[in-house]
C-alpha cells in the first residue's frame, strides 16, 4: 500500500534562519506531488507541483522553493525565513495511474512551523 | 471573489440532528468536486467525492447543481465523531490537476 511522510512534525524556528522540509512517498512511482500551506484559521494554499523529477511550478510569489531530486522525494526549502511563514505545510500526492481530475489527492500528516 | 467560498460556521448540531451546507465555485469549467475531512491540527482526509447524479455514503450525502455551481453537503444523525471542519475541494481539470479548496465549514456535534 501507499504511504506518504513528512518530517519533522513540529518546527520552531528564528526569523531569518533557513528551512528545509521533506516528503516522501513509498508504494508508488511517478506520482504528481504537491505543497500546501494552511495558515492558522485559514484554507489551504497550493505553493508547489510536480509531475516529475526535475520539475516545478510555482503558484504563488513567495521566498519558499521546492525541488524534486528523486521521483518520491519532494521538498520544501527557504534560505531565510519570514514571520508569515509560519503555518501548517502539506504534502500530497496523486497516483500516476489516476491521474484524472476525478479523482483525490491523498495529503500527508504535515509539518506545523513557527517563526519566532 | 474567491474561486471556492464555504460559511465558516461553527454549525453547532444537536446529537442526531441533520445539518446541512453549501460551497459554491466560481469556474464554470471544474470538472470534479469532492468534500474532504479535517480534525483539528491534523491533515485533511478524503471524505466523498461529489457526483454529478448525487451520491449517499452512509449518513453522509452530497448535491452538485452545476447550474447554480454549487455543491452540498448534508449528514444525517450526526455524531459526536463528526465534529470536524469540511472542506469544499474543486479540480478545475487543469495541468498538474491542481485542486482548490475552500475555507472549510466548522462543524460542531453536541449532546
Known amino acids: ?116 | 471573489r474567491k474561486e471556492v467560498e464555504q460559511d465558516p460556521g461553527p454549525f453547532n448540531v444537536p446529537e442526531g440532528a441533520t445539518v446541512a451546507f453549501n460551497c459554491t465555485y466560481s469556474n464554470s469549467a471544474s470538472q470534479s468536486f469532492f468534500w474532504y475531512r479535517q480534525d483539528c491540527r491534523k491533515e485533511p482526509k478524503l471524505l466523498m467525492s461529489v457526483y454529478s447524479s448525487g451520491n449517499e455514503d452512509g449518513r453522509f450525502t452530497a448535491q452538485l447543481n452545476r447550474a447554480s455551481q454549487y455543491i452540498s453537503l448534508l449528514i444525517r444523525d450526526s455524531k459526536l465523531s463528526d465534529s470536524a471542519t469540511y472542506l469544499c475541494v474543486v479540480n478545475a481539470g487543469a495541468a498538474g490537476n491542481k485542486l482548490t479548496f475552500g475555507g472549510g465549514t466548522r462543524v460542531l456535534v453536541k449532546p
Not at chain 1, 16 to 37: A, D, I, K, M, Q
Not at chain 1, 50 to 72: C, W
Not at chain 1, 74 to 92: E, H, N, P
Not at chain 1, 96 to 101: P, Y
Open chain 1, 1 to 116: 500500500s501507499q504511504t506518504i511522510h513528512q518530517w519533522p512534525a513540529t518546527l520552531v524556528q528564528p526569523v531569518g534562519s533557513p528551512l528545509s522540509l521533506e516528503c516522501t512517498v513509498e508504494g508508488t512511482s511517478n506520482p504528481n506531488l504537491y505543497w500546501y500551506r494552511q495558515a492558522a484559521g485559514r484554507g489551504l494554499q497550493l505553493l508547489f507541483y510536480s509531475v516529475g523529477i526535475g520539475q516545478i511550478s510555482s503558484e504563488v510569489p513567495q521566498n519558499l522553493s521546492a525541488s524534486r531530486p528523486q521521483d518520491r522525494q519532494f521538498i520544501l526549502s527557504s534560505k531565510k525565513l519570514l514571520l508569515s511563514d509560519s503555518g501548517f505545510y502539506l504534502c500530497a500526492w496523486l497516483p500516476t495511474a489516476r491521474r484524472r481530475a476525478d479523482n483525490e489527492q491523498f495529503f500527508g500528516p504535515g509539518t506545523r512551523l513557527t517563526v519566532l
